[in-house]
């Protein structure tokens, strides 16, 4: 074979294998967002998305808008906890109603309602300038509708994603969640400042009118009729609820965790970004910097199957120690923000790994209930340690205060990953009701 024969089957071999490089990636990247190719979860998930971004858009006009409209600092309080505290008390009947009627259903009501919440106080705004009450009445409307709507969320996953599918829809449902956390105040700020907080209100009743459409675009066949009382299935959701040693353990991690961690962390994180590192704007940088690191680990995760996804997700909740860490030692804005991306990074795999843990081992006719449980278990604490963070932030100092976060959620990490029940869970493929 001559030189130049050797050097065109060389240039050949290198071409088919760069061409096979080629489409051996592209082929691994479509595998990956496999979800995308089913009509269910392309339809929920565009108006899914559209919705979150409406939602966190508006949470910035609501802000502007009570205050805009003469209200304090302590009646803008009344607003966040008449939005909060519903979702808690409602959450495990918005479980039951789910399971038994139907998650599409249950989900469509309540972005309607949604809707029409949003529409109205977007009219009153435009309007004029509403009284505190109506502020808080339809808060409380809004979060009533959240309540009912998560839960179903839970159970409507497995039915818009075939099983082995399901980690990566759990993971691309992360990715939205968290880049409309980046998106959505970025864009509400350049909004109000040219038009105003109704108009981005508005906006956000649009998307609900998306997610409307989105849902009722699905196939999925009806509920069928129920068989038993609500007592019998609240009753059975907390049996399955309690035979599932690692799902109460991780409930309570996080009903602890958001008391003495997250909590002190929100209110006060605000604080000592105003007291050192500059301002609302600093602020913005670090929270946008823990929303990028959901995105990137979310995204991480697609097409990822670990052995012991639980090991993985508890380690990933190691991060959430480092921004309040890094505020109670007064660090500069770029480790703060590092730190805050690491723990968004590490809270995107524990949460879909968990979930997609809870799919594989819950049955699926209960998953609403379950996910109410959860829910409402994990973040109940939480939101009474509302009413007192600021008082003890005052005794003890906000510093030590967040001090005290960052130990309690390194050693609580440190407890749930020595369990057993959590090293102990398996990856499986198939979805089963069996208990640990």
Excluded: H
């Amino acid at each position: 074979m001559s030189e130049n024969d050797r050097a065109l089957t060389d240039n050949r071999s290198k071409s088919s294998s760069g061409s096979y490089s080629a489409a051996a990636r592209l082929n691994s990247w479509r595998r990956r967002l496999g979800p995308l190719t089913e009509r269910n979860f392309r339809v929920f998930y565009a108006g899914y998305a559209t919705s979150l971004l409406g939602t966190a858009m508006s949470r910035i006009a609501l802000t502007f808008a009570v205050l805009g409209s003469g209200g304090s600092a302590a009646d803008l309080g009344y607003v966040f906890a008449a939005n909060v505290v519903p979702q808690v008390l409602v959450m495990v009947g918005g479980g039951v109603l789910a399971d038994r009627v139907g998650r599409r259903p249950v989900m469509l009501t309540t972005d309607v309602t949604r809707l029409a919440v949003q529409g109205t106080l977007a009219g009153v705004l435009l309007a004029g300038r509403p009284s505190i009450w109506l502020f808080v009445a339809l808060a409380a409307l809004l979060g009533t509708g959240e309540g009912f709507f998560d839960p179903a969320l839970g159970g409507l996953r497995t039915e818009i994603a075939p099983p082995d599918k399901l980690p990566d829809a759990n993971a691309l449902l992360s990715v939205a969640e968290s880049a409309a956390t980046v998106a959505g105040p970025a864009l509400a700020g350049v909004l109000i400042a040219v038009t105003s907080p109704a108009f981005v209100i508005a906006l956000d009743a649009a998307s609900f009118g998306v997610s409307v459409l989105s849902l009722a675009l699905l196939r999925i066949p009806p509920a069928g009729p129920a068989t038993q009382s609500p007592w019998r299935d609240l009753a059975d959701g907390w049996a399955q609820f309690r035979s599932q040693s690692w799902l109460c353990l991780t409930t309570m991690q996080f009903a602890l965790f958001n008391l003495f961690t997250w909590a002190p962390y929100l209110l006060l994180g605000p604080i000592l970004a105003r007291q050192y590192l500059g301002g609302a704007g600093a602020w913005g940088v670090i929270v946008a910097a823990y929303a990028g690191g959901s995105v990137l680990g979310g995204l991480a995760l697609v097409g990822r199957r670990p052995r012991r996804p639980l090991v993985v997700g508890v380690v990933g909740t190691f991060g959430y120690a480092l921004p309040c860490l890094l505020l109670a030692l007064r660090a500069p804005l770029l480790p703060v923000a590092a730190a805050a991306l690491t723990a968004g990074c590490g809270s995107a795999v524990f949460g879909t790994l968990w979930t997609t843990v809870m799919q594989q081992r819950v049955a699926p006719q209960l998953l609403g209930r379950t996910t109410a449980f959860t829910t409402t278990g994990s973040f109940a604490l939480g939101s009474l340690g509302w009413t007192v963070i600021g008082s003890v932030a005052m005794l003890v100092g906000p510093a030590r205060l967040l001090g005290f976060a960052a130990a309690y959620a390194t050693a609580s990490s440190l407890v749930v990953l020595a369990t057993p029940a959590i090293r102990a869970v398996r990856w499986r493929d198939v979805l089963t009701a069996e208990p640990e």
